[in-house]
């Protein structure tokens, strides 16, 4: 899967855009670099901090919507900035994922966008104090079944993709919800591995594609964007 087939892909996808003036915002950017044998992404493993609800882990960079943010995006280019030292005003903005709810235990609710941009290579990466470490990886090893494995949290086991150290650099939660709606968003949907009892848990991935597009409460929020995203 190479960024121009990526590239259209999301281009013909209409994303989720959740609405809530009572909720708070935040923004992620999911960066791919291309790569002779396919594209890279870049992730970081939040550094550890007391009272930080994702300390220690692996996400996209990304965080809070200030209020001199005017758009999410802004945020989400903002805080890659300060986190890893990437500019993306260079980058090329090529869509957008489904919005996400944080964890519904929080109040107020905090709801999440994605951004997705496509650079020519791997970038240099200056991860600042909030960042333990940051890396590109290969994004067709996301789908390697060998990579799938469970990880243990507020006693559950979620769905997760090793990309590292094992129990340590580990995708889940939020950050796997949005690649679970990237590689829907592409024609090649990882496979379902929420079980019956964790629907809660799943933000709508544990639905078929249809299903999904059809569920009235998915509908109500969506909306097509562009290039201001």
């Known amino acids: 899967m ?3 087939e990526i590239r259209r892909a999301l281009d013909a996808h209409t994303p989720v855009a959740l609405a809530d003036a009572a909720s708070r915002r935040a923004a992620v950017a999911m960066v791919l670099a291309s790569q002779p044998a396919g594209p890279s992404v870049l992730f970081i493993e939040r ?3 007391p009272g930080d609800p994702w300390s220690g882990h692996m996400a996209f960079p990304g965080g809070r919507v200030d209020p ?3 758009h999410p995006r802004d945020a989400a280019e903002r805080e890659t900035l300060e986190e890893v030292g990437l500019d993306l005003r260079g980058a090329q903005w090529i869509g957008r994922l489904d919005d996400k709810q944080g964890n519904p235990r929080t109040r107020p609710t905090l709801l999440i966008s994605a951004f997705v941009y496509a650079l020519p290579e791997p970038a240099r990466l200056r991860p600042n104090h909030e960042v333990r470490e940051a890396f590109w990886f290969p994004l067709r090893e996301l789908s390697d079944p060998a990579r799938a ?3 243990r949290a507020h006693a559950v086991d979620f769905p ?3 990309v590292g150290l094992p129990e340590r650099h580990v995708v889940w939660g939020l950050t796997y919800s949005f690649l679970e709606s990237f ?5 090649r949907p990882l496979p379902n591995r929420w079980r019956s009892d964790q629907q ?4 709508g991935m544990d639905q078929d594609a249809d299903e999904l597009s059809g569920s009235p409460s998915r509908q109500a929020g969506q909306a097509r964007t ?4």
């Open 2 to 4: 190479q960024l121009d």
């Open 47 to 49: 550094a550890s901090h």
């Open 68 to 70: 001199g943010d005017a």
């Open 149 to 151: 494995v469970p990880y």
């Open 160 to 162: 997760g993709i090793l």
């Open 183 to 187: 590689f829907r968003s592409v024609g």
């Open 200 to 203: 809660a848990l799943a933000r």
């Open 226 to 229: 562009g290039s201001g995203g």
